[in-house]
């Protein structure tokens, strides 16, 4: 099934994708030029002034910027239109503890809504169906902007927002939802809630869920689409470019398209700024050039991620981007070794224990400690000590594999470790350095 | 005639049995014996109780995880050479015991109950019957 909400933009031809960005991003440095003094000053200090940006070959000129610009040009200092022209502000969850201000015009908004739009019609979504949207809404993008895209899709939207899982369980089958939109840790929470009310993926009529604003693993996902009995779709995006839907899967679930009518995405060496070939994995980094009030250009996201433009089978023709690894700013530096949070999940859920862990790093006698606490499960429980001892060695023995590090394993009681209706907390890092 | 014990999970820091307990009490349920293992982290309570089906079900609603386990209870005179009686049978039948524990006199002081797991309870249980030695009934041990 090839289904699109905008066909024209979603499958043109590469040629055509190249013209609207050629053109489109030589428009917005004019316009960032002339109404964000912030930025104009960065372009002056590399010598450079609107007329040397010609096409998309000219961007790798251009200055970054990063979340630490965010921060000083609080929170006007990157608004290009005036006040009175915004409709909205949206903000960061604040996960790295930096929290930033974003603004929309009306037809930013639109912009932001046309993608959500185009990932709900992606994992089949028509006017026929029942989108749930359990992100939060608020000054958190994610349920705004999925709330928005189902909309312009026509589906019936129920905008149950997250929180009062058993609430959530009881619209999804009172109402027949067919799309589910949440944090992919909230999902596996509103399966596990499904489960100890003794319902099975035949109990709900869901079959497909848009699951982002963190990191996952494949696990991850294969775990909720058995529990749901759904397609587990992933979509990308940040608030600093405009919010959920900057990318998202479609049917093949292998990688994201990127709306590059409206974003340009690069891939960057995160310790020299160099642009790197296609393939190759490194940060990623957006410019904007439809935007109007907002509109960041080189924007350094700190997630690592490769980009692929093969032909797709879904026929649309938007650069790939692979599920990030996870965000700079999540990376744990233990000893020296670079860990990120998904490659501990993926070793988990391949043991066969359920996704709710917690990472505690701390510093004893100037040595770095890695404590992953798991909670135990019904199916890993048994009556003899030493089975349960060796799964536990044997998950050590699998972490030390694929960090190529030593951590402990702690297996603690069920429900112990706090649930996420949003995004989770995974690392509680204590080191005092 | 196997026994059902109900082995329960506990992290191995302080109060965790005290709530699982309290579970138990705020349910009446009487306790006929109770063995801990224990390694540095967790540890496993096996208990013998009156009411197995309500004490499972209270202790998942509370989050608990526990499983059934089959075991055999014996009785066992409180006297000199009592166990070594029983064992002498199992050890006879080739039978591997993993682990044991006792609770003494019940309502009645001149004996006590052994707790058996071991590696095929129905050979056990046949052995030690042939032996004439007695074995008890879930019900007999609510009441013992």
Known sequence: MKQYYQKEIETASREQLKAWQDERLVRQVRHVWDNVPYYRKKMEEKGLTPEDIKSTGDLYKLPFLSKADLRDAYPYGLLAVPLEDCVRIQSTSGTTGKRVVAFYTQADIDIWEDCCARAICAVGGTKKDVCQVSYGYGLFTGGPGLNGGSHKVGCLTIPTSSGNTERQIMFIRDLSATILCCTPSYAAYIGETMKSMGLGPDDIPLKAGIFGAEAWSEEMRRDIETTMGIKAYDIYGLTEISGPGVAFECSEQSGMHINEDHFIAEIIDPDTGEVLPEGTQGELVFSSITKSAFPLLRYRTRDITTLTRKPCSCGRTHVKMTKPRGRTDDMLIIRGVNVFPSQIETVLLNHGYAANYQIIVDRVHNSDTLDVQVEMTPEMFTDNLGEISQRQEALVDGLRSMLGLAAKVTLVEPKTIARSEGKAVRVIDKRKI | ?144
Request: aromatic share 6%.
């Open chain 2, 1 to 144: 005639m196997a026994i059902k014990q109900i082995s329960v999970f506990l992290e191995n820091k302080p109060g965790t049995l005290l709530k699982m307990t309290g579970v138990l009490a705020e349910n009446k349920i009487d306790m006929r014996a109770l063995s801990l293992a224990e390694t540095k982290d967790f540890g496993i309570v096996r208990l013998i109780v009156d009411d197995v089906y309500t004490a499972s079900t209270v202790l998942k609603d509370k989050n608990f995880i526990s499983i059934l386990t089959d075991v055999v209870g014996v009785l066992i005179p409180d006297e000199p050479g009592g166990l070594d009686k029983v064992l002498r049978v199992l050890a006879g039948a080739n039978i591997n015991v993993e682990y044991m524990y006792a609770f003494l006199g019940g309502r009645n002081l001149n004996r006590a109950c052994m707790i058996f797991r071991v590696g095929d309870s129905r050979a056990a249980e046949s052995a030690l019957g042939a032996k004439g030695i007695k074995l008890l009934s879930q019900e007999e041990i609510a009441t013992f």
